[in-house]
Each structure stands twice: as structure tokens, then as C-alpha cells.
């Protein structure tokens, strides 16, 4: 489809959470498609994570986005889909990759949304396929479970903050679940949380840095629970971690059941954005360093100190191996 000033930011670049939207439909559709492709009990897929994913090339107003979708593993519960978008300058014909994602879906009953219906196999054309397909599932499925089970911050409001501090930038979003975002089984689409998510990413890094701001790239996404239609969500970002060109921002996702549900709040989504900040001209411009106070902020910034410089590490051997291509 094509991109639209209200998919875009002031300074005509498409936001990154319009473009994880997309990517989730897709997946959405060939998951469901394929979960229903064989006699048995109808289902609705459902996102369960979303793995790391770079932001290749900015996408800006007037160009058309191709998003296709492809399953590249199947377990017995669950569906991995690999999803390319790709962007056209319908004026010059020029198109270019802008991102490529991997996320995993579980079927769910049409008729009990609590049960998970098993999923039909695909076929390999290698085996070394399906133990590749294998091995990606053990690990995002460990991984899911370590991020779960460290999920229990809550971001509090700061008295006069100053300027480059943790507390000056960060911000929530309130949302009233309605029908619209919903899927057939009255769950909240894995796309419009990711779409808020971003939407509070990009204030933070607006806040922090006064400038005109992309998603570079997003770290996994887990959604650890449903959210059911007429839930209040609450959407809360922090800064983590500043390098000279980056900003590492954490969001997560609470849930508060608001109509005749006497279950309490709970964290229903986690996941850090990667944000750099650029000029008129599109050029990267140099990030204020984030000013850490209290004990656990400066934990939290070693933290992704770590990440950033385990994901430089990956990206600059994965150039050198392109070299030697």
C-alpha cells in the first residue's frame, strides 16, 4: 500500500510502528491460513514474538510498501514466519529492502481461546532445514521465558527533572482496548500493540534529543499474555542507553482488565527500540549523553552498553564474512 502523510512523521519519514503493523498482518494471514489449511478445529493465529529487526532504509511519504510473507518452520504448536518489505518510488521505479522481520504465532481456538490447536506440518526441502527451524525455536522459546520472568518494573513519575535524565524523557500512553483493534477472538492485534509501542518509543527519543527521529531497530518483542478487548493498557518508555548516534529506549505493555474482570494489572509486553536522531538533510546527528542517577538506572545502562556492543560486534562480522564473499 502506499504510504500516507497521517503513516509519517513531520519530517516525512514512514514511523517505524506503521511498518511492524504491516509486517504483523502479513504474518497474521499466511500463520491463520496455513493453521486452517487442513480439516480440524478453526483457529485464529496469534503473535507470540517478534525477533530482533532492522530498520534497513527509511521509507517516506508517497512511496509503496510490499510486504510478503513466508513460513520457514512449523512446531508442533507453533509457526515461524519470515516477512520482507520492500519499498517503491513510484515516480522512478527505484525499489530497495527497508526491513526483514521473523515472528512466531500460536493457533488459537475459534471456539475456546485458551486452547492451542496444533499446526500442520510444512514440508523441507533440506533436513538441515527443519534442524536450522528447530534450533531457532528452542532458543526464542528460552529466551521468552528469561524475559518474563525479569519483567517487573514499573516506570514512576519524576518532580522536575532535569534535561537528559532517565525521568525527563520517559513517558506512558493510555489506551482503551476497543473492538477496532482487536482480532475474531476478541484479542488485542499483535500489530496495534507494537504500532503504540513505537509511538511511545519515538516521544522518549523526541524528548531526549530535540531533533527528527527513526526506529533503527527493534529487539525482540515478546508478548507474554493476551489483552482482551475493553482493557485499559498502559504504555510506558525509558531511556536505557545512549551511544554517540543511538538511543536504546525500553517499553513495555501493563494491562488492567476494566469490565467485569477481577484478575489485577499484569505485563502483557517488553521489548527495547533502537532510535537514531537525524538532521534536515537526513543525516545522523551526535546523542546527548543520558545522565544516570539512581543505582538501577546505571545498572539498566550497562546493561545496554552490553546489547549495543554485542550487536556491533554481530554486524561487523557479519561485514567481514560479506568481504570475503
Not at 185 to 202: C, I, W
Not at 243 to 250: D, G, L, P, V, Y
Amino acid at each position: 500500500r502506499i504510504m500516507r502523510p497521517d503513516d509519517a512523521n513531520i519530517a516525512g519519514n514512514v514511523h517505524g510502528g506503521t511498518i511492524l503493523k504491516m509486517i504483523e498482518e502479513a504474518g497474521a494471514i499466511i500463520s491463520t491460513r496455513h493453521c486452517n489449511s487442513q480439516a480440524g478445529e478453526p483457529c485464529v493465529a496469534a503473535l507470540a514474538r517478534v525477533e530482533r529487526t532492522d530498520f534497513l532504509s527509511p521509507m517516506c511519504i508517497g512511496e509503496v510498501a510490499n510486504v510478503s510473507a513466508e513460513i520457514t518452520y512449523t512446531s508442533r504448536h507453533s509457526v515461524e514466519v519470515q516477512v520482507n518489505v520492500m519499498s517503491e518510488n513510484i515516480l522512478t521505479g527505484a525499489k530497495k529492502v527497508t526491513n526483514k522481520a521473523t515472528l512466531w504465532y500460536v493457533p488459537l481456538s475459534l471456539k475456546n481461546v485458551n486452547k492451542v490447536v496444533e499446526v500442520p506440518p510444512i514440508q523441507y526441502a533440506r533436513k538441515e532445514q527443519e534442524d536450522e527451524g528447530k534450533k531457532r525455536y528452542e532458543e526464542q522459546k528460552l529466551d521468552r521465558l528469561e524475559t518474563k520472568q525479569r519483567n517487573g518494573d514499573l516506570i514512576l513519575p519524576v518532580i522536575n527533572p532535569e534535561p537528559h535524565t532517565v525521568g525527563y524523557s520517559q513517558s506512558s500512553l493510555i489506551h482503551l482496548v476497543g473492538p477496532s483493534d482487536c482480532t475474531l477472538l476478541g484479542f488485542v492485534h499483535g500489530g496495534v500493540t507494537m504500532k503504540l509501542m513505537d509511538e511511545v518509543a519515538g516521544i522518549v527519543a523526541a524528548r531526549h534529543c530535540k531533533t527528527n527521529i527513526v526506529t533503527a531497530s527493534v529487539d525482540a518483542i515478546n508478548f507474554h499474555e493476551k489483552i482482551k478487548k475493553g482493557c485499559v493498557i498502559t504504555v510506558s518508555g525509558r531511556m536505557t542507553f545512549t551511544s554517540n548516534k543511538s538511543m536504546e529506549i525500553e517499553v513495555f505493555v501493563d494491562a488492567d482488565p476494566f469490565v467485569d474482570e477481577p484478575r489485577e494489572r499484569y505485563r502483557a509486553v517488553s521489548a527495547f527500540f533502537t532510535y537514531v536522531s537525524l538532521s534536515k538533510e537526513g543525516k545522523p546527528l551526535p546523542v546527548p549523553q543520558l545522565l544516570t542517577e539512581t543505582e538501577d538506572e546505571k545498572r539498566r545502562f550497562e546493561e545496554g552498553k552490553g546489547r549495543y556492543l554485542q550487536t556491533k560486534a554481530k554486524r561487523q562480522a557479519q561485514m567481514q564474512q560479506s568481504a570475503q564473499q
